[in-house]
């Protein structure tokens, strides 16, 4: 159960209520479509009272022991759920415990909208409705604010920023020459903006080149905690809607991610590389610059992409390969070895 020193619950709900948010649908005559719960919690650890889900196969066993009042699982797990317990059948658990955690315990917004007395802001700055900026923030000239949008303490937004409305900006990020859209959340000391690394190279001493080029952010972007996007060079650097970017990423100049891509933990992104639509990079991957990533390509954990890849394709390894041709080199590795 989420401490409640930190996480506010709405409530309980009952079983009619959380089957209309979950698009989930119980097959189950004897279940009382009245009766309440109070809380989301993991198979291992939920009560009578509490809801949980089972999307991956590895914990069946603890699907078969729980003690839940209530399971999201797939039809192809239905077989699996204790007698007691009632199962809602959805096909997409995790996604309908999401949405039922999400009922429970609502997005964050601040306790009230307001503009701390502590705050720097600049005159030509422009303020929308319901905006909450916090203690030592710094707003600079001529900065835009959409409306209902939200700056942590100590968040530095540079000059002529443009932010959307519904957004919220993390505690000690920094932001400059960019611009995004609405519903965008960058979280705690992430740095947007900042000169990409573009400089030539000199015996007598390397020359910067100037990085004229903006960051562009679409709608309903997550950007983590410590991530980096530089700006572009002359061309902007794009992040498309709806894509999330984890913790700890590292974004060169001129880059272009498409919408909805996925990017996970310690990715790094070489300049001028682009990414298409629906694209997943796995923790700890690198693209090397100038390349051109499809769309709904996957790319595995730790590998070193080098070229090209075409639309839908999954690579892994160092260099990056097609995962079939990948497992073949290692399946045939191990046999030399072996022998």
């Known amino acids: 159960m989420a401490d409640k020193r930190f996480f506010d619950n709405t409530g309980e709900k009952t079983l009619s209520e959380i089957l209309e948010v979950s698009g989930a649908h119980s097959d189950d005559t004897s279940a009382n479509t009245a009766a309440k719960f109070a809380d989301v919690a993991s198979l291992s650890e939920a009560d009578k009272s509490q809801i949980s889900f089972l999307d991956n196969a590895k914990y069946k066993d603890q699907l078969k022991d729980t003690k839940a009042g209530a399971v999201f699982v797939s039809k192809e797990?239905?077989?699996?759920?204790?007698?007691?317990?009632?199962?809602?059948?959805?096909?997409?658990?995790?996604?309908?415990?999401?949405?039922?955690?999400?009922?429970f315990y609502p997005k964050e917004a601040p306790k009230a909208s307001h503009i701390s007395e502590r705050a720097i802001i600049a005159k030509s700055a422009k303020i929308g409705d319901d905006v909450c900026i916090e203690a030592g923030a710094v707003i600079g000239?001529?900065?835009?604010?959409?409306?209902?949008?939200?700056?942590?303490?100590?968040?530095?937004?540079?000059?002529?920023?443009?932010?959307g409305q519904g957004c919220r900006i993390g505690a000690n990020t920094t932001i400059s020459h960019t611009i995004m859209g609405d519903y965008v959340r960058i979280y705690t000391g992430a740095c947007i903006g900042q000169d990409g690394f573009g400089f030539a190279i000199d015996p007598s001493g390397h020359?910067?080149?100037?990085?004229?080029?903006?960051?562009?952010?679409?709608?309903?972007?997550?950007i983590g905690a410590n991530t980096t996007i530089d700006r572009g060079a002359g061309p902007d650097t794009t992040i498309g809607d709806g894509a999330w970017i984890d913790n700890l990423?590292?974004?060169?100049?001129?880059?272009?991610?498409?919408?909805?891509?996925?990017?996970?933990?310690?990715?790094?992104?070489?300049?001028?590389?682009?990414?298409?639509?629906?694209?997943?990079?796995?923790?700890?991957?690198?693209?090397?610059?100038?390349?051109?990533?499809?769309s709904g390509v996957q790319i595995a954990a730790q590998s070193g992409v080098m070229r090209d890849i075409p639309d839908g394709e999954t690579y892994m390894g160092s260099p990056a390969k097609?995962?079939?041709?990948?497992?073949k080199q290692v399946a045939f590795l191990n046999k030399a070895v072996r022998k």
């Open 141 to 163: 000239e001529n900065v835009v604010i959409g409306d209902n949008s939200w700056v942590e303490a100590n968040a530095v937004i540079g000059r002529a920023v443009e932010i």
């Open 322 to 327: 097609p995962i079939k041709e990948n497992m």
């Open 77 to 103: 797990m239905l077989s699996l759920v204790p007698e007691g317990v009632i199962a809602l059948i959805s096909q997409n658990p995790y996604k309908s415990y999401a949405l039922t955690a999400q009922a």
């Open 207 to 222: 020359v910067k080149v100037p990085q004229l080029g903006r960051v562009i952010i679409g709608t309903h972007c997550e």
């Open 249 to 294: 990423v590292q974004i060169g100049h001129n880059v272009k991610i498409g919408r909805g891509c996925v990017i996970v933990a310690q990715v790094g992104i070489s300049g001028s590389s682009q990414i298409g639509d629906y694209t997943v990079v796995a923790g700890q991957a690198g693209i090397t610059g100038h390349l051109k990533i499809g």
